[in-house]
């Protein structure tokens, strides 16, 4: 079951187009990457979801419905330019978003509550959230977003402002939401983050999907044949059925070569690298989310 | 639309919640009156203090005489020639030095005044009256009137009583000086309201806008509700600060007049009595202002203020919603409210020269009915009473433009509140405007 489909969205401004024939899927429960460089058109396609600007042409389904106001309450959205009322409390703030997003006074107040408890500010409720400092205020930002237990939910940037610490309580907090039946919308260019989290990305590069599926078959896609051995001593001679990419020495006796197979299997080669050198590891090499980024973007020239 | 009445809570309670909301509420009402009755006060001790200026004069016809009507001159007498009063009046800490030529009483000219320093325009007319009076007491004696004729003549006063017919044949009697003072009261107070709480909209949505709140928020709410919410919240803060002031003002003044109650009619009564006024025509304005405000039809003046108030709010507060959702600063918003401003600047003049003057003229009809001016101009007629078609015009007139100026704005908010960093100008603005949903 899908969570959110959306089918051929196109979104033009005067002098550039935003998204030219986006479809994607997200499947539930998912941890959905949505990666891309600046400006590729993320926030156009966050936007529309949101339902904040209206798409030219395409639909969009949540679940098996057609997107439309009463959704508002079912999903929860985080900008990656945070904003909230300076001069507001903040528990006067988060009962105002709470109530925009459907919940009644009395729910309002309670999910706060919650909130506030659990992430541990319970002692700035009434602080005003100009005199909070910047990860404070984008813990309440996080509450905003998720006191409502939306379905979906948008994370545009989400670490951004976070030390380590409070970086780490949040994803314990998403990998929570997502147990909990809800389906994460992860916007970033962050690629660590995406490696630790994300079950599926999609790749969006001027306007246009141009990647989408789970991380896994993703970084099947972009296997190479490249390996990695860790070896004692130089290779007697130069190995027939691969390439040498690099070597690095590592450590004081052992060197780290990669290899690209030319021909054969990894076991020809493994076999063969025996009669070279002394093995002591022997690993494939498969392609991270960086690397697959930043080939992606890069074979086509910016214009 | 509860969620129009969810942001219209917020707003209001934001604003009212404020402490300077508190203090301007209450102490504006305080503030300004206080300063009005200081003014006044000073004023009258130093005119009660001041001592009658002392004018030398020459006057070679000899027929002014130097007990003076009024007590704000000393005259004296010098004798000999004006080049010697002159060299003396130059080492004297005296007012002025009066030139009185020989005069032929059917045309007196000739006169001059050397002072120090210049005198006011008060001053001078005073000092004319003075002799004016003393050259007509000379003429009469000339003409052999006697003195009881002549007091007869002087003390000639009357005062018409203006009464309204109405068709059903109601009559109701009219205070011009009443009904000015209603129109000019009414006038500057929406005028003041628009201004005020029209730029606190704008600085509302700039802030938003700068602080990217407005992004959570849109994606909750549709643009529309979101302005509107603010603007109809914004309304009621103001509705609820005048009705306290109203209230205010009502209590402090009546204390203020009981206390002072006791000298004024007093201080009245001695003053006309010794102008020998006759007895029937005591207080007689007094009584003329009261019965006039008595008539006033108060729900006739009051519904209508109320109407333009928040009609004219409604008008331009959508404009200026749109002017913040187009800017990122307030700086950057003067080159749009100018062109906002100057209908109300031309209504709020027009108040002023024509309309209280004339309020049944053409250009004062006319500017109570174009929905940008109407607001202020009509206050300017309510109290003179006005013909129920004109009423009715205007008032649709205000309703459409409302819902016009609405429409225009909430077309440039809903893509303006979400541009950031962009050079806006009315092109820009007219793109937004066409710019589809």
Redesign the interface.
């Known amino acids: 079951m899908e969570a959110l489909t959306t089918k051929g969205i196109y979104k033009h401004y005067?002098n550039h187009t935003a998204l030219d024939d986006v479809s994607i899927s997200i499947p539930e429960q998912s941890i959905y990457g949505l990666l891309g460089p600046n400006g590729a058109g993320k926030t156009t396609l966050i936007?529309i979801i949101?339902?904040?600007?209206?798409a030219d042409q395409g639909e969009i389904f949540l679940g098996s419905e057609t997107l439309g106001p009463k959704h508002?309450g079912t999903?929860g959205?985080l900008?990656e330019?945070?904003?909230?009322?300076?001069?507001?409390k903040v528990g006067e703030q988060l009962v105002?978003?709470a109530?925009?997003?459907?919940l009644s006074k009395e729910e309002a107040f309670r999910q706060t509550g919650y909130w506030v408890d659990k992430l541990n500010i319970k002692e700035w409720w009434g602080k005003k959230v100009e005199d909070l400092s910047k990860g404070m205020a984008q813990k309440v930002q996080f509450i905003?977003t998720v006191m409502h237990k939306p379905k979906l939910i948008i994370l545009d940037e989400p670490f951004s402002g976070f030390d380590p610490v409070n970086a780490n309580l949040i994803q314990n907090e998403i990998l929570e939401l997502r147990e909990c039946g809800s389906t994460i919308i992860f916007s970033t260019h962050r690629m660590e983050t995406v490696e630790q989290l994300c079950d599926h990305i999609a790749l969006i590069h001027k306007g246009k999907k141009i990647l989408e599926g789970s991380k896994k078959s993703v970084k099947q896609g972009f296997r190479n044949n490249t390996y990695s051995v860790i070896h004692r001593g130089q290779f007697t001679e130069k190995p027939k059925h691969a390439l040498t990419v690099k070597t690095r020495q590592v450590g004081d006796e052992l060197l780290d070569t990669t290899l690209q197979i030319s021909e054969g299997s990894s076991n020809d080669l493994l076999a063969e690298l025996i009669e070279l050198t002394e093995v002591h590891r022997f690993e494939e090499q498969v392609p991270d989310m960086h690397e697959i980024f930043i080939q992606l973007v890069k074979e086509e020239p910016h214009g | 639309m509860d969620?129009v009445w969810?942001?219209v809570r917020?707003e209001f309670l934001?604003r009212v919640q404020k402490k300077s909301f508190l203090i301007a509420t209450i102490l504006l009402p305080l503030i300004f009156p206080s300063i009005i009755a200081l003014l006044v006060y000073f004023s009258q001790e130093q005119k009660k203090n001041a001592l009658p200026q002392v004018i030398h004069y020459v006057d070679e016809g000899d027929f002014i005489d130097p007990k003076p009507l009024s007590d704000d001159f000393d005259l004296r007498k010098f004798d000999g020639g004006i080049d010697d009063a002159k060299k003396a009046f130059s080492h004297s800490n005296d007012f002025g030095l009066l030139y009185i030529p020989p005069l032929k009483l059917s045309d007196p000219k000739g006169i001059q005044l050397f002072t120090k320093q210049s005198p006011s325009p008060s001053v001078l007319s005073k000092l004319e009256s003075e002799i004016e009076t003393q050259i007509r007491s000379a003429k009469l004696l000339v003409y052999d009137i006697p003195q009881h004729i002549l007091d007869s003549l002087n003390s000639t006063s009357t005062k018409i009583e203006s009464i309204k017919v109405s068709e059903s044949g109601r009559e109701e009697s009219n205070n011009a000086d009443v009904l000015f003072g209603i129109g000019m009261t009414g006038g500057i107070l929406i005028y003041i309201f628009i201004f005020m709480y029209g730029s606190q909209i704008m600085q509302g949505v700039i802030?938003?806008k700068t602080?990217?709140?407005?992004?959570?928020?849109?994606?909750?709410?549709r643009p529309f509700q979101l302005m509107m919410g603010k603007i109809i919240g914004l309304a009621a803060v103001g509705l609820l600060q005048f009705s306290i002031w109203i209230v205010l003002i009502t209590v402090l003044s009546s204390v203020v007049l009981n206390y002072f109650g006791f000298e004024i009619p007093q201080k009245e009564l001695t003053e006309q009595t010794v102008n020998a006024i006759p007895a029937d025509q005591l207080n007689g304005p007094s009584i003329e202002i009261i019965r006039a405000l008595a008539e006033i039809n108060v729900v006739y003046v009051i519904g209508h203020f109320l109407f333009y108030f928040v009609g004219g709010y409604l008008l331009y507060g959508a404009l200026f919603a749109a002017v913040g959702s187009a800017v990122d600063s307030p700086a950057e918003a003067q080159q749009f409210i100018f062109p906002i401003t100057i209908p109300m600047l031309i209504s709020y003049f027009a108040l002023f020269l024509f309309i209280l003057d004339d309020p049944y003229g053409p250009i004062s009809v006319w500017l109570s009915i174009i929905p940008f001016t109407s607001p202020i101009a009509m206050m300017g007629r309510v109290g003179f009473g006005v013909p129920l078609w004109q009423s009715i015009l205007s008032m649709v007139c205000l309703v459409i433009g409302f819902t016009f100026t609405t429409w225009i704005a909430a077309r440039i908010y809903r893509i303006g509140i979400?541009m950031h960093g962009s050079k806006v100008n009315y092109r820009v603005l007219a793109?937004w405007f066409m710019m589809k949903?």
């Not at chain 1, 330019?81 to 507001?88: D, S």
């Not at chain 1, 109530?99 to 459907?102: A, N, P, W």
């Not at chain 2, 602080?211 to 909750?220: D, F, G, L, N, P």
């Open positions: 005067s936007r949101n339902q904040i600007i209206t508002i999903i959205y900008p330019e945070r904003g909230l009322y300076k001069k507001l105002y978003f109530q925009l997003r459907g905003s | 969620k969810i942001i917020r934001n802030e938003e602080s990217k709140v407005v992004e959570i928020i849109i994606s909750t709410v979400l793109k949903a």
